[in-house]
């Protein structure tokens, strides 16, 4: 079976239409940042896409590259403070002289506008429970495609390949308050193939192109590939996981792309709009 | 080898009397509580002979059972901004009146002063990595135990028995950053003694007598037993792990009592130290 973040997204695009039209305003993602990168441009215009798509508006502010640190606090803090802005992301890498400002600037986000799931009281959630601020999107978007599919995580042994607090670390937390067995495999794990075919389920993580191969897996195993790689010479975006050699042996797998990707843009959005329904309370 | 928490506590004591004659202030432990808990008076009396032991501090506030939510945050915030206060923890239960409060006033405890690693920002901290607050006194025992018997965790596969936000996830989490290949185990594993088998490290914290039997070990394993349960019949502390059975299997194994239950109250100390260090910055 292929898993597919298209049709995942496609109906929860669906639901927030419906949820959008019982609110008495239109969400609103502001997008923070300094200078014009042209990787952080390329992913401002997928999010405007995607917003326009669903009917959110979108508010970049764009400040000078050589803005100072004041002035980006203070931008931050005019995001916060305003009603009707409902979720802010902050967009890196900040300029060099920023750069160490970064963690802070995270966790200056006001926690019920924080989309990303970047602020202590977000992760302080994903850790220890409870539905405080929000789970960082690419993480939710796997327990989604679990969700959509019946998957049932009880019982069931987990790998998680990859230990980052936006991916790997918060994906475990998740499946553990899903009753899965999780081992977490990182750089220093010893035989990660060995590790992998103990798993149910495989959830990965790595930022390596085709990492998992056939033989890692479990026959049967669910597969989540995280991962978009670049492959520059075929020219296309490539996962993770093997998929030629990995889909005959797993029981269900996304492909990349149409798989988890596709979902965490319509999970960003889905917590824009939770946002604006949490303002109106 | 038994892992001797009476031993790494008496070094840690040691080291925390020449930190303290380094302080122009004495560190100073807050004990909040409302009404005479019976419980909660025998975890206080320990906690002030400790105190006492090294020469900290210790003010113990009680309220009146009958208190009022107004009062018993009123409390806390004379106690956040009191400068002579050091460490404050709170405890529990809380009187039925109140109880649905707890997870807001442990995370109302100023984090600088958060010695039981409660807050949002120590939880977050202790997720996402970082020394922002403090890590739950019982799972830095267990970290600290291995550090002074030198056991290092690269690519071991670490089993984590009981998945609790105070002991079995931030375990987890501080294994994963010492780059153990982590397992969280809990009531809805199957087969834990197969998973528990893999480990090289297992650290047991379920609060189930002796649970943890020798054909649940691999041999060499080391064992950091965090049980402390009652057994009314023997009249003595009996830890979550069978020792008889697991001491001729396992390379290590930390005893019960003697083990990571008398090192945890150090360590609170350790936090209270600590934060009076920061506070002199």
Known sequence: MIISGKEVAAALRAELKERMAKLP??????????G???S???YLSGVRRACEDVGLALRPVTLPE?????????????LNEDKSVHGIITMTPLPKHLRHLQDR?????APE??????????SAATFCGGDAGFRPCTAESCMRLLDYYNIDCTGKRAVVLGRSTVIGKPA???LIARNATVTVCHTKTKDIPA???EADLVIAAVGRQELVRGDWLKPGAVVLDVGTNWDAQAGKLVGDVCFAEAEPICSAISPVPGGVGVLTSAVLLEHVVRAAERAQV
Chains 1, 2 share one sequence.
């Open 66 to 78: 050589d803005s100072t640190e004041e002035m980006l606090f203070a931008a931050l803090r005019e």
């Open 40 to 42: 952080a441009a390329g």
């Open 25 to 34: 305003v239109q969400p609103t993602l502001a997008v923070l940042r300094v």
């Open 36 to 38: 014009e990168d042209p």
């Open 113 to 122: 506008k924080d989309v990303d799931g970047l602020t202590p009281v977000s």
């Open 172 to 174: 475990a937390m998740l």
């Open 195 to 197: 590790v992998c075919r």
């Open 105 to 109: 600037l995270f966790a200056s986000i």
